[in-house]
Nanobody, 116 residues
Framework: QVQLVESGGGLVQAGGSLRLSCAASRTIFNLNDLGWYRQAPGKQRELVATITSDGSTNYADSVKDRSTISRDNVKKTMYLQMNSLKPEDTAVYYC??????????WGQGTQVTVSS
């Protein structure tokens, strides 16, 4: 089993910044691909950004140039730095771990609310 715990969400004004964190309970974190996803009310969960075990990154067009995903394998923590936040970024943000051995794991989510 792997536990993922997100933190760093909150209420921020449009144009502001937030840094989300996702802490993992096991060292298998280091060997697997990770991602941030978000789900707004009434909408499907969507990909925000992913980072592979070797550090390759991918971003949704909606957040590209405003966000940076990173990972610290020593701390077993993944981050999402989001800048120039917009009201449409309001959602619950989830982290995800994909392990070819243990399967897929999700965190419980952290709420991000951007006021206009």
């Amino acid at each position: 089993q792997v536990q993922l715990v997100e933190s760093g969400g909150g209420l921020v004004q449009a144009g502001g910044s937030l840094r989300l964190s996702c802490a993992a309970s096991r060292t298998i974190f280091n060997l697997n691909d990770l991602g941030w996803y978000r789900q707004a009310p009434g909408k499907q969960r969507e990909l925000v950004a992913t980072i592979t075990s070797d550090g390759s990154t991918n971003y949704a067009d909606s957040v590209k140039d405003r966000s940076t995903i990173s990972r610290d394998n020593v701390k077993k923590t993944m981050y999402l730095q989001m800048n120039s936040l917009k009201p449409e970024d309001t959602a619950v943000y989830y982290c995800k771990l994909d392990s070819p051995v243990l399967g897929t794991y999700w965190g419980q989510g952290t709420q991000v609310t951007v006021s206009s």
